[in-house]
């Protein structure tokens, strides 16, 4: 099993100091940098950042399909390879009132998909699966056009309810898949996961450390048992309590 974390690129320091804490667990492997325009750091350059510091991870940069014309090389197959960034996931792009980075006409997510796989074969390219966007049967179909496209795997919306996950998992049991999970510790949150991703919630579910700490072992659980892989959002939540919570403290067996 393979743990992905994500950093967010709110400044030079906060990556760095992400990824420093990331490496006192040895089972995180991946870090997944989000392509956030609100911020100036942009995923690939947070990819340069971390590895100037000397972080030793796999990164996995996000690409906006919307953002790159289909009518121009990817402009940044160079620093990938410097870089020697060897996955990236690749996710359609909100076209938010506040965006200025998209271009009209950019690629739709499977063409981008294609095009990129063309122009660097090494590339293994994720892409990202929503649970809550429509049914099952939908979601699964547009999976299917994804890896028919190049998709290598998936990237999953956070979960916050193991049955909908052991679902899904039924029919993705084969798939390179990371199943997303992410710490909601207010009502607020809770309101924002509802109401803007239409995610769901048991009824068991508690916004406090301790209730997402349990589900996220036995998350862990799951993946270990059936040979997934697993993605921490860790959404403003300290990040070493949290993931020693899941992981258990450096230097200790569990």
């Known amino acids: 099993m393979i743990i992905a974390l994500e950093a967010v690129p709110r400044s030079p320091e ?5 990824a420093k804490t990331a490496s006192a667990f040895p089972e995180i492997r991946i870090i997944n940098v989000p392509d956030l325009t609100r911020f100036k750091i942009r995923s690939w350059e947070a990819c340069g950042i971390l590895a100037g510091n000397g972080a030793a991870f796999s990164f996995m940069p996000h690409l ?16 990938f390879r410097s870089l020697g960034i060897d996955r990236t996931l690749v996710i359609a792009g909100d076209a938010a009132s506040t965006d200025t980075a ?56 956070p979960f916050f309810d193991l049955r909908l996950l052991e679902i899904y998992a039924e029919y993705l049991e084969g798939a390179d898949v990371y199943w997303g999970i992410s710490p909601v510790l207010s009502d607020k949150n809770r309101n924002y996961w509802e109401s803007r991703n239409r995610a769901i919630f048991p009824k068991s579910f508690r916004p ?5 700490v349990d589900f996220g072992r ?23 309590t949290y993931l020693s919570g899941l992981l258990g403290t450096p230097g200790n067996s569990g």
Request: proline share 7%; net charge positive; with cysteine.
């Open 14 to 18: 906060a990556l760095v100091e992400t």
């Open 208 to 212: 406090n450390f301790f209730w997402n």
């Open 64 to 79: 906006r399909a919307r953002d790159f014309d289909p009518q121009k090389p990817f402009p940044h197959a160079v620093l």
């Open 102 to 157: 998209g271009i009209a006409g950019a690629a739709p997510t499977i063409s981008f998909i294609k095009k990129l796989k063309s122009e660097m074969p090494e590339l293994s390219i994720f892409t990202a699966f929503d649970p809550y966007r429509s049914n099952i049967r939908y979601e699964l179909d547009y999976l299917h056009e994804k890896k028919e496209a190049g998709a290598a795997g998936f990237f999953s919306q």
């Open 218 to 240: 036995r998350v862990l659980d799951f993946c270990e048992k059936r040979g997934f892989n697993l993605y921490f959002m860790p959404i403003k939540v300290e990040l070493k």
